[in-house]
């Protein structure tokens, strides 16, 4: 049994496919399925239905597959204990960050960090919460930036900073004349959400809970994105709650429709994650040092409280 036979192994469970898992391998398919086979033969069971279309996992094979990457990460954790112990800090690093942080983040540390750290070779994918933490959990991320906490055994947390809601309350609307917020003020009747599947979504459903006991079942409407929130808002469809880097670059126009809440601002807490393994722990205090001195400068709220993202 060798780590090569393992990898090979986790890249047909995760592709379902000879074929593809040996294009991600970059072998040749008879070289992945004959060491798969030896694999086989040395335990002297089978690992993959193959006459099942998609490939599936046998029994046994799942708990192979689980195993297998426990070994495989363990592994990976040498070669990760040698770049600590050099202060190397560079390699593959792979960054899953949710659809409500991408677009305001990313372009505030991305040029920053690749100029610092030149020998790191960053794969940002944009992935909801619930697929971020699947990847983690499987091995095809190595950290990720969300809305937390996500309270979960297998997953650690690094808040990076803590972003305030802001509302954005369009003209003829009942808080219009308020020039602050209060929490209590806020109807979820009359709230554009984003979709479901959005944790930015949960924590304003749960925002309207604590502080009003209502439930999330009276929606009018719901969208994919924050910018297509506000342009339903201007049609007099409802307010909205924003991020506050959103609030950044809205322009004159838009920004006599922001509201911000009386302190302590409701926010949320936004974290690097990453497994509990801790590996490629190099990179991933890197970007937390870059992220954290580039936003602290932009969100200037101090007096704030959290709301969590998960459902009360």
Not at 81 to 97: A, H, N, T, Y
Not at 99 to 121: A, E, Q, R, W
Not at 256 to 278: D, G, M, Q, W
Request: overall charge negative.
């Amino acid at each position: 049994m060798t780590i090569t036979q393992l990898k090979y192994a986790l890249a047909i469970a995760e592709h379902q496919n000879f074929t593809k898992a040996a294009e991600k391998c970059f072998v040749t398919q008879p070289t992945l399925s004959t060491q798969i086979q030896k694999l086989e033969d040395e335990l002297d069971i089978v690992i993959f239905d193959r006459g099942k279309k998609p490939i599936e996992l046998t029994e046994v094979g799942r708990k192979i597959v689980y195993q297998a990457r426990n070994i495989v990460n363990e592994a990976d954790r040498i070669q990760d204990i040698v770049d600590q112990q050099k202060g190397f800090i560079g390699g593959e690093f792979r960054l899953g960050i949710i659809p409500t942080i991408m677009p305001t983040l990313l372009p505030m540390f991305l040029n920053n960090f690749i100029k610092k750290y030149p020998k790191v070779k960053l794969k940002i994918e944009e992935l909801t919460t619930e697929e971020i933490m699947t990847r983690i959990n499987e091995g095809h991320l190595d950290a990720a930036i969300a809305a937390t906490p996500l309270e979960s055994d297998n997953i650690k947390e690094r808040p990076l900073y803590y972003e305030p809601f802001v509302a954005y309350v369009p003209q003829n609307h009942r808080l219009r004349d308020n020039h602050t917020i209060q929490v209590s003020d806020l109807d979820i009747e009359d709230m554009l959400l984003l979709e479901d599947g959005h944790c930015f979504r949960d924590g304003v459903i749960n925002l309207c809970k604590t502080f009003k006991g209502q439930d999330d079942e009276k929606f009018q409407l719901e969208s994919g994105s924050i910018e297509t929130l506000i342009k339903l808002s201007d049609e007099g469809l409802g307010m909205t709650l924003l991020p506050y880097l959103h609030t950044l670059d809205v322009s004159d126009k838009l920004n006599k429709n922001l509201r911000h809440f009386t302190e302590p601002s409701p926010a949320r807490e936004v974290s690097i994650i990453y497994h509990k393994s801790e590996l490629k722990m190099q990179i991933i205090n890197a970007m937390h040092d870059v992220i954290s001195g580039v936003v602290r400068g932009a969100i200037a709220f101090q007096n704030v409280e959290i709301i969590s993202p998960l459902s009360k």
